[in-house]
């Protein structure tokens, strides 16, 4: 059983920046993609962002590029995801997820990841 738990949640201004950290207990990390999603109070579930198991690929919901960047250090078991000019309309429970790697790249969807954090919440004021 994998373990993915994320750190680094809180209460930011808009136009700030935020981090947020995943961990994965697992052996053969960097066989996995990694992934964030997010859920916002009465919404669905949606993708943020993944990275292949070698960190040279990554995707990102349209909402969201130019302003988060997605990394991953396999040495560490670890993933990250930078936000930058944080709007009110991404506060939001965020998740980290892995997966089983299936290539080169990563796909930005729900079923393509088997273990999931309890989430970090990010509340972002105006």
């Known amino acids: 059983q994998v373990e993915v738990a994320e750190f680094g949640g809180g209460l930011v201004q808009t136009g700030g920046s935020l981090n947020l950290s995943c961990i994965a207990s697992a052996s053969g990390f960097d066989d996995y993609v990694m992934g964030w999603f997010r859920q916002a109070p009465g919404k669905e579930r949606e993708g943020v962002a993944c990275i292949s198991w070698s960190g040279s690929y990554t995707d990102y919901t349209g909402g969201v590029k130019g302003r988060f960047t997605i990394s991953r250090d396999n040495a560490e078991n670890m993933s990250y995801l930078q936000m930058n000019s944080l709007k009110v309309e991404g506060s939001a429970m965020y998740y980290c997820?892995?997966?089983?790697?299936?290539?080169?790249?990563?796909?930005?969807?729900?079923?393509?990841?088997?273990?999931w954090g309890q989430g970090a919440e990010i509340t972002v004021s105006s």
């Open positions: 997820a892995d997966g089983p790697s299936n290539g080169a790249e990563c796909e930005l969807e729900s079923i393509r990841f088997e273990y």
